[in-house]
């Protein structure tokens, strides 16, 4: 059992790898915002809040997870690393930096500006 946290810009190939990971417990903040018809920012919290409590519930249920979201920052995921190694569940961290382009219509300034700020 671990906790495998996908990372990078929009249009890297974060959901397609986590996908190809074949863990059932697989989360993100755009399936959140899938369900309920589109990305809305004002919503953002909601969808992160979302995305760590299923991961929780995965973990304390004793199965793997993997969460791929953008983790910009790398305080973005604290919460999840603290949670998982409260549990004694191992990490894996997987920077994704393919240019594939965004399939959820990110703006192109919105990604630069994700990219100048990334944190490794």
């Known amino acids: 059992m671990k906790l495998t946290l996908v990372r990078g810009i929009p249009g890297s190939g974060k959901s397609t ?3 190809g990971l074949g ?3 697989h989360y993100e903040a755009d399936m959140w915002f899938a369900e ?3 990305f809305d ?13 299923k991961a929780k519930e995965a973990m304390d249920s004793g ?24 549990l004694g569940i191992p990490v894996e961290e997987i920077v994704m930096t393919g240019d ?5 219509n990110v703006p192109e300034y919105t990604v630069e500006r994700m990219r100048q700020n990334f944190e490794n």
């Open 17 to 19: 790898y986590a996908r």
């Open 23 to 25: 863990i059932p417990d």
């Open 36 to 38: 309920r018809g589109g």
């Open 41 to 53: 920012p004002a919503k953002l919290n909601e969808a992160h809040a979302w995305c760590f409590e």
């Open 63 to 86: 199965r793997s997870v993997v969460v791929s979201n953008t983790f910009i920052r790398r305080w973005e995921m604290q919460r999840y690393i603290a949670y998982a190694e409260s």
């Open 100 to 104: 594939y382009g965004s399939i959820h």
